[in-house]
């Protein structure tokens, strides 16, 4: 499975086995359709085993912590069990020991298996979710990181933060010897206090947009997050190039590109379809020479009516024509607030490559209902949106 996606159950009652290469605290938290628990009765982790349809097998030898759903059992109020995990050594987070869930039915079979992508300062980890959609129970695929570990977890969920957080702690004096683990590194060097500020790039550009506007570098990102709230009304996407060198006039393509959880596309807008998604996403029609100062194509996303099934937008330029990146100069992207236009995000594109494509920036939905935007410039093949609906989909 891939982060978003989801797949129906066939069983009443499945097991969710958490696999990492170092030993895990695994946890279930019952939901309800506002996303929070009961009581802290809901919280099911090795101290509560037993809730309400749901239960927790701490590990022994090669059998690995899992929570058991049996959904016959869960209660009506209940929508969705969410599987969370984090490192037992205290302070030691996910990087390089992304975790695996796997899905099975009472007999062992295999439903699914997911592994996050790669991770960086998270302490806890929220990896699946069993939930119940019109009457019919589904598994998804989450993969969301805190990076202020289990009490992260408990706040959003509802859980009282000193019940999951005592049990942690007998175990921090027993693996206190271990903190070498985030640190060990360091200290080997007498000056561990300059390799702190090496650890913020792992996670580069993870910030929002309360400062003002945001200049991206490749690969990084922003939380379209404002004064605590998701991003909900309308942006434009400014795509701007110019010919290089004083050259020929350059045709190139801004289009978006819509894909759901399982990476498979939804609809795609560009010069030759200009309104998409019941005119959630429009376009400003084809720029045939790309001169003149400012945005040359604009795509505009009205972000709170974007349908739920749409978890991944990504922007693209292409070459109809077969003009290569080498000929193109000052290529950027840009986000705008639509009724303000006030520039919010901004990636230009440094570098060139003899291709006729570029993936621009993607926009994910996260598990918990924002948007992120990240910088891409990754070039490609592509002379039209349907050379691009490929590359683009293995980008997100």
């Not at 929508?79 to 390089?96: L, N, R």
């Not at 200009?274 to 400003?284: C, F, K």
Request: glycine share 10%; aromatic share 6%.
């Amino acid at each position: 499975m891939t982060p978003g996606s989801n797949i129906p159950l066939s069983v009443a009652r499945v097991t969710v086995d958490v696999t990492a290469p170092v030993r895990l605290d695994v946890s279930g938290l019952l939901l309800t359709a506002d996303g929070k628990v009961r009581s802290d009765d809901d919280f099911v982790f090795y101290n509560q085993p037993n809730g309400p349809g749901v239960t927790h097998r701490a590990a022994s030898g090669a059998t690995p912590d899992a929570i058991t759903v049996d959904t016959a059992a869960v209660p009506a109020a209940i929508e969705k069990i969410v599987v969370t995990a984090s490192p037992d050594a205290a302070g030691t987070t996910f990087a390089g020991i992304e975790p695996t869930a796997t899905v099975r039915a009472d007999d062992g079979s295999v439903i699914a298996t997911f592994t996050p992508p790669p991770l960086g300062t998270e302490t806890a980890l929220l990896i699946v979710e069993v939930y119940r959609r019109n009457g019919a129970w589904k598994v998804r695929a989450v993969g969301q990181g805190y990076a202020n570990g289990l009490a992260g977890i408990a706040t959003d969920f509802g859980v009282s933060v000193e019940e999951p957080a005592a049990p942690t702690a007998p175990v921090a004096p027993v693996t206190a010897p271990m903190p070498p683990a985030p640190v060990a590194v360091a200290p080997v060097g007498a000056p561990p206090v300059p390799a702190a500020p090496a650890a913020p790039p792992a996670v580069p550009g993870k910030i929002n947009l309360d400062k003002g506007r945001v200049s991206l570098r490749k690969n990084e990102t922003v939380s379209l997050v404002k004064g605590g709230k998701p991003l909900t009304r309308s942006v434009k996407m400014g795509l701007g190039w110019e010919p290089a060198w004083n050259g020929r006039a350059i045709d190139l393509d801004a289009s978006v590109i819509a894909y759901g959880p399982d990476r498979n596309m939804i609809d795609a807008c560009y010069f030759g379809r200009l309104q998409i998604l019941g005119g959630t996403i429009q376009h400003s029609g084809d720029n045939l020479t790309g001169d003149g100062s400012g945005d040359d194509e604009t795509i505009t996303v009205h972000m709170g009516g974007l349908p739920p099934e749409v978890t991944g937008l990504v922007f693209t330029v292409s070459s109809f024509n077969g003009q290569k990146f080498t000929e193109v100069a000052k290529a950027y992207c840009r986000l705008l607030d639509a009724q303000t236009g006030e520039e919010l995000v901004r990636f230009d594109l440094t570098g060139s490559e003899p291709k006729t494509g570029v993936l621009m920036c993607k926009f994910i939905r996260q598990y918990s209902g924002e948007w992120e935007m990240t910088a891409m410039g990754d070039y490609v093949k592509a002379k039209t949106v349907r050379d691009l609906v490929k590359p683009a989909a293995q980008a997100l």
